[in-house]
């Protein structure tokens, strides 16, 4: 009986342990320690991989003013609207466009059909997708891609356009639509994860001279400039 006191206390304080702590194990008299497995921890979720955040939160809010009306009336003599008429889309915070055209018949021997498009395309990072940057960059060589082709477009010259955000490229190009021959510049330019897309095109109606391939080019890509700056100044703190 002298030996059963002691063990008893010993087994009632092991009673007391919270759960938790059962996997420890208690000893009885005789030294012999009972062993209980420890329970089965659950595996840790894994981490949702990271991806860098994007440098643009947002489009410039008025996709219209994008482009100066100087530039416009340079471009786009006697515009229908010189206002622009704004395109419509899904959410204006991902994509916008804005669309200028007209017709200067102040010559009626020399009719000059202009048209504007500027096109903003904006790519948020995804953990699963990519970086906004990443997934720009693939998204502007898809619009490449598909302005060499664009609207029946033949004799599709492509090349890399200087000074225009972090990498742009020029695709020139000739259509024609109901017996009129259109000269084509389309400028796919990246700022950070926007890419911003530029049509400008021209022809000469009823027998008129079409304009030059190089003066339709520095037109897209003067447009294009302004375009990609106000990424920037829209998303100034």
């Keep these: 009986m002298h030996r059963t006191a002691p063990r008893l206390a010993r087994l009632l304080a092991c009673a007391a342990v919270p759960v938790m702590l059962v996997a420890t194990g208690c000893s009885d008299d005789d030294g012999d ?120 477009a033949k004799d599709a010259k492509t090349e890399k356009a200087e000074g225009i955000g972090e990498g742009a490229n020029l695709v020139a190009t000739d259509t024609k639509k109901d017996d009129d021959d259109y000269r084509n510049a389309t400028v796919v330019a990246r700022t950070g994860n926007v890419v911003v897309t530029v049509k400008y095109s021209g022809a000469g109606f009823q027998g008129a001279k079409n304009p030059a391939a190089d003066e339709i080019a520095k037109g897209a890509q003067d447009a294009a400039k302004e375009a990609v700056a106000a990424v920037a100044a829209a998303n100034k703190s």
């Design 33 to 152: 320690k009972k062993k209980s497995s420890p329970s089965a921890s659950a595996p840790a979720p894994s981490a949702s991989p990271s991806v860098k955040a994007a440098t643009f939160a947002k489009l410039p809010p008025e996709v219209c003013k994008t482009i100066d009306e100087k530039t416009i009336d340079k471009l786009v003599p006697k515009a229908k609207k010189k206002e622009g008429e704004a395109l419509p889309t899904s959410d204006a915070n991902d994509s916008a466009s804005c669309f200028w055209n007209g017709l200067n018949d102040e010559d009626v021997k020399d009719l000059q059909f202009r048209s504007l498009t500027v096109s903003y395309k904006r790519l948020a990072s995804d953990p699963t997708l990519g970086s906004g940057e990443k997934r720009a960059e693939k998204f502007a060589e898809q619009q490449v891609t598909k302005a060499t082709t664009a609207d029946g």
